[in-house]
């Protein structure tokens, strides 16, 4: 069976809580997954597809638990050899250009690196959506057939 790592990068806890909601979601359908909050490279070796979730912090900056991880992707560039991903950011549209900017750099770095995008990045912002969870979960759900 394929297991779905789920990556998260949370400076508050609200991406992670996400993430739980969507590990759980995934249980129910029968699918291993596992969250990941302070991530290693062999981790993002190991799973067969992946949800990276990440809110936004600074000036469009990845939240500090996943920072070292990807300047690790960065470096080391290990290729994913078309391995499915999907990418959901959060933020707050009120910041202007750098709204999602950590979702926008992990999309873009995981197809630098050779990864299969199974959809568009999702955008999920704070002035719009009180119950992030609840779109991130139904998004991931329609995604299941994608992350084998």
Same mark, same amino acid.
């Given at each position: #069976?394929?297991?779905?790592?789920? @990556?998260?990068?949370?400076?508050?806890? +609200?991406?992670?809580?996400?993430?739980?909601?969507?590990?759980?979601?995934?249980?129910?359908?029968?699918? =291993?997954?596992?969250?990941?909050?302070?991530?290693?490279? !062999? !981790? %993002?070796?190991?799973?067969?597809? #992946?949800? @990276?979730?990440?809110?936004?912090?600074?000036?469009?900056?990845?939240?500090? +638990?996943? =920072?070292?991880?990807?300047? !690790?992707?960065?470096?080391?560039?290990?290729?994913?050899?078309?391995?499915? %991903?999907?990418?959901?950011?959060?933020?707050?549209?009120?910041?202007?250009?750098?709204?999602?900017?950590?979702?926008?750099?992990?999309?873009?770095?995981?197809?630098?690196?050779?990864?299969?995008?199974?959809?568009?990045?999702?955008?999920?912002?704070?002035?719009?959506?009180?119950?992030?969870?609840?779109?991130?979960?139904?998004?991931?759900?329609?995604?299941?057939?994608?992350? #084998?």
């Amino acid at each position: #069976m394929s297991k779905i790592g789920i @990556f998260v990068g949370s400076v508050y806890g +609200n991406a992670q809580h996400v993430a739980e909601d969507v590990e759980t979601m995934l249980g129910a359908q029968g699918r =291993e997954s596992q969250v990941f909050t302070d991530p290693t490279l !062999d !981790d %993002f070796k190991q799973v067969s597809s #992946m949800i @990276f979730i990440s809110s936004t912090t600074g000036q469009g900056d990845i939240p500090p +638990n996943l =920072e070292f991880f990807i300047q !690790d992707l960065r470096d080391q560039f290990p290729l994913m050899e078309q391995k499915p %991903f999907a990418v959901a950011g959060l933020g707050d549209s009120s910041y202007g250009e750098t709204y999602c900017g950590a979702g926008r750099q992990i999309f873009e770095l995981l197809t630098e690196l050779q990864g299969k995008p199974i959809t568009v990045l999702l955008e999920i912002d704070a002035c719009e959506t009180l119950e992030p969870e609840l779109e991130v979960v139904a998004w991931a759900e329609k995604l299941l057939p994608d992350l #084998m």
